[in-house]
DNA sequence: TTGACAGGCAACCTTATGATTGCCTAATCG
DNA sequence: CGATTAGGCAATCATAAGGTTGCCTGTCAA
C-alpha cells in the first residue's frame, strides 16, 4: 500500500516524520529511542512511510538512515489548499443565500439517549 | 474520535468531501447517489468527518444538510505546510553537507527482493 | 391520515492494522 | 576472533475500522 493520506493517519507515524523533521537522517534505533514501542514497531512505521514515498532510506554499513521526502506532501497540500480556497468561497455565499431555516418549529428536540452517551 | 488525519485516511470519505466541494450542503440521500456502499455506511463515515470538525450539518426538515468546514483542513495544511517548507531546506542542506557517501563499497548492492515488490 | 421518504440506532461480521515475541543475518569493535 | 550492535523476517494476537442488515422515528405530501 502507499497511500499518503493511511501513511499520515497514524499519530506514532506523524511523531517519527517530527523527529525526523528536528533531525533528518536519523537510523532506526535512535528514532525508537525513548518510544513506548518495540523496534519492530517502528520499523513497520518507517516501512509505512517509505512505502507512502513520505520518506526515503538509504543504508549506511549496518545502519539504514532515514530522510523525509517534502514531494507527496507538498503534493497533498496544495492540492488540499486549493479545494480549501475553493470552499471558504463556496461555504461564505451558501451561508448568506440561505434563510437560515432557524427551526421549522422547535418542539420535539430531546431525543432518547443512546445508552452509549457517558 | 476527531482525529481529521484519521478521517481523511479513508478514500471513501475523500470522495465524499470531493463531492461537497463539488456542491455544498448536499443530503445524506444524495450523498449516496451512485455510490456502492449502504446509506448506513455513508452515514457513518459522514458521522466521522463531522466528529472530525471537516463538515457541519444542519437539519432542514426531514433532511440532513452537510457543509464543509474548511477551518481544520486549513489549520493542517498551514502545520504541513510549515514543515514542508522546513523540510525542503533541511533537505537540501544535508544533501550539500554530506560527502554522499556514496556507498563505503560498492559489492553488495543488490538485495533479495522482498516478494512483496510489486 | 396514511404511505412514501429521510434518517437514526444497534447488532453483527470480516478484515486491516498496530503491536509483540522469537529468532536470524550482517556490520562493527574490543 | 568473538561479542555486541543494527536491523530484518515471520508468526501471532487483539482491537479498530468499514461494511451490512433489520427495524424504528420523524417529516412531508396526496
Redesign the interface.
Known sequence: MS?P??A??D?SR?LL?DR??AE??QSLVKLCDGLAMSRQAVSKHLAILEAANLIAV?K??REKRH????VP??K??RR??G??E???L??LL?TEAKPP?KR?SAPSRRRRLPASVR
Open positions: 497511500d493520506f493511511r499520515l493517519a499519530e506523524r516524520l525526523l523533521f533528518n537522517g538509504r549506511s554499513g530522510y523525509l521526502n517534502p506532501l507538498a497533498i497540500v488540499w489548499i479545494k480549501f475553493d470552499v471558504r463556496v461555504a451558501d431555516i421549522p
